[in-house]
């Protein structure tokens, strides 16, 4: 399990459909996600903009783009030694990858656009983490399950327990909130290389209460780029 030195602290965003109370899955057979303990997930989107949310994406592309150069020299130097006639015109892996596009990548987050479709200088980041998590213990090797639960803080970084929500309804849109989370890199079968932000604890640092209205447009809190 992860400790506090290998996890870090999102910058200060707005919360876009959270998902924070209750693990869920989405349903094809009723179109929405519904509650499901044994293979539900958290999540929620954070919009950040400006400089601060152009640097954090710096930060996640740095996450992809390490674990993009890994899986390159892994796989080019597999090649070589296996099958060197595929690769033998290239002067190293990053060669290779440019003109072949071996490997395709995913970012979690997407930028922000306003209501013309013009880009803004903002960008939701997709945090998330599933609720039943299985893992190795590295003391006897055995796999175990852990249940994780979003523990929650208010902005002095005292704990807020479920009765505080009931009393002040659920987390909604453009809710102030940062999280601490850990990047989780991966490659698939498919040649895909991403990063997943994993949440651990969450900080409100303003809440507005979940109403069934919709998303409010963004495009006035953010400069156009």
């Known amino acids: 399990m992860a400790t506090s030195s290998n996890l870090f602290l999102s910058p200060v965003g707005l919360v876009d459909f959270a998902i924070l109370h209750e693990p869920r899955k989405w349903s094809e057979l009723h179109h929405k996600s519904i509650y499901d303990a044994e293979n539900g997930e958290y999540s929620t989107g954070l919009v950040i903009g400006n400089e601060e949310g152009r640097h ?5 592309d740095g996450y992809v783009q390490k674990k993009l150069t890994e899986t390159i020299e892994k796989a080019f130097a597999d090649l070589k030694e296996n099958k060197p006639k595929k690769v033998d015109k290239y002067k190293n ?12 990548l995913y970012y979690p987050y997407t930028q922000i656009e306003d209501n ?11 945090f998330k983490r599933k609720s039943k998590i299985m893992y190795r213990d590295k003391k006897d090797g055995e796999l175990r399950e852990y249940t994780f639960i979003p523990q929650f803080a208010d902005k002095e970084g005292e704990p807020l327990g479920s009765d505080y ?3 002040n309804g659920l987390i909604g849109n453009d809710s102030e909130m940062r999280i601490r989370y850990k990047p989780y890199s991966w490659v698939n ?3 895909e290389v991403g990063v997943k932000l994993d949440i651990y604890h969450i900080q409100l640092l303003n809440h507005i209460p979940y109403q069934v209205s919709g998303s409010q447009n963004k495009g006035s809190l953010f400069d156009p780029l």
Do not use: H, R
């Open 56 to 60: 954090f994406k710096t930060i996640v």
């Open 93 to 104: 892996a990053m060669d290779w990858q440019k003109a072949e596009n071996v490997f395709t």
């Open 116 to 126: 013309d479709g013009e880009a803004l200088d903002a960008w939701k980041f997709k």
């Open 165 to 167: 929500f009931e009393e």
């Open 189 to 191: 079968k498919k040649n």
